[in-house]
């Protein structure tokens, strides 16, 4: 069973690979090709578990809560 976001907030590719059913170069080469989504610190990627978890239809993509502002631009004094 996958793990939510609260239990392990990401997965190592292998670990996300495992759940997919694919072994480690298969994983690593889906990784490649955009289709397991990943972050990176350095050289070391991680699967967020959320985003895993919404791939396998597991759970619904989250809404964002996000609020929109109106910009107004500051124009110059002229000068």
Do not use: C, H, K
């Amino acid at each position: 069973m996958i793990p939510t976001p609260e239990e392990q907030p990401t997965l190592t590719v292998e670990e996300a690979g495992a759940y997919l059913g694919l072994g480690r170069s298969s994983a690593y080469e889906a990784v490649r090709r955009g289709e397991i989504p990943t972050l990176r610190f350095n050289r070391t990627l991680r699967v967020p578990t959320a985003r895993l978890r919404v791939l396998l239809g597991i759970d619904a993509e989250p809404e964002a809560d996000v609020e929109v502002a109106t910009v107004t631009p500051l124009r110059g004094t002229g000068g």
